[in-house]
């Protein structure tokens, strides 16, 4: 059996419902840590995301030119700066945050676009590292994007592309679920169920119906897109990000997971049309 110290990282595109995930890791025990982000009204709950490496995924983003809302940096100058002082002072805030946790979680969005940057870190780190990916409907996030930031459409799906596939290429090789915001919204029961015996975890009762009587809330998700919803001028990132979707959640409540033959067939062919996009 692995002793190792366990990290589970929450990834996926913004307003996808990552906090409502980083939240459920407390009914299984994982903490978060005592530096969180604080809640805010576009997040009433919280975010439930590390302040300290919030802001150090922050930093690493500005000093490659770029902040949450561009298109992510390349891989090469991503593992170029994880092989110097960027990527030493990364290995240490790691090992602080984990030091005194035999299970800890760890949710930033930025993390799908700088798995490149991360993964030979978390090589090194000595922890058992699992992933959890949160997918929620391109449209949903769109639209969410675009009331609290007014953040354009086709910049929001061209994000959400990046951020997913991301996710998926960075995460190959380590254990992997991916879940959906909508199914957690629908059937909390069975996803929390999903959750846990991923991460071979058993739920605490008390955090359980703190979760599901206190947390999740569906009044919290403003918008739900039905079958007839269609991108607006045949958008080539909304048709890209609908087919990613589409592909992955046939069955919402039981998405592919990155390292299913089919997924690693698909994201090829996904990464070969993103590659083939102009810039938003």
């Not at 996803?191 to 703190?210: D, K, V, W, Y």
Request: glycine share 6%; proline share 8%.
């Amino acid at each position: 059996m692995d002793r190792k110290p366990r990290l589970i990282l929450v990834l996926g595109m913004h307003r996808s419902g990552t906090s409502a995930f980083a939240r459920a890791l407390r009914v299984f025990g994982v903490a978060l840590g005592n530096d969180l982000l604080p809640a805010h009204p576009c997040n009433p709950k919280g975010f439930f995301e590390d302040a300290h490496i919030y802001a150090f995924n922050k930093a690493l983003l500005a000093h490659m030119g770029r902040k949450w809302y561009d298109l992510p940096p390349s891989h090469q100058m991503q593992r170029i700066l994880a092989a110097g002082e960027w990527g030493a002072d990364a290995l240490t805030l790691l090992r602080e945050k984990t030091a005194q946790h035999a299970l800890f979680g760890l949710k930033d969005p930025r993390m799908s676009v700088l798995l490149p940057f991360w993964r030979p870190l978390l090589a090194h780190s000595g922890l058992s590292i699992h992933c959890c990916i949160c997918l929620r409907t391109p449209e949903g996030v769109a639209r969410s994007l675009s009331q609290r930031d007014n953040l354009p459409t086709e910049k929001a799906y061209a994000l959400w592309v990046a951020h997913t596939l991301g996710a998926l290429t960075g995460s190959v090789g380590l254990p992997c679920l991916c879940m959906t915001y909508e199914a957690l919204l629908r059937q909390p029961i069975p996803q929390l169920e999903r959750l846990g015996s991923f991460l071979n975890l058993t739920a605490i009762a008390t955090e359980r119906r703190s979760f599901l009587e206190e947390f999740l809330d569906s009044d919290l998700c403003h918008y739900h897109p039905t079958k007839d919803d269609k991108p607006a001028n045949d958008d080539p990132y909304a048709l890209l990000a609908r087919d990613i979707y589409a592909g992955l959640c046939a069955n919402d409540a039981d998405p592919l997971t990155p390292d299913a033959p089919n997924t690693i067939r698909l994201t090829g062919q996904w990464l070969t049309r993103f590659r083939h996009l102009p810039p938003p």
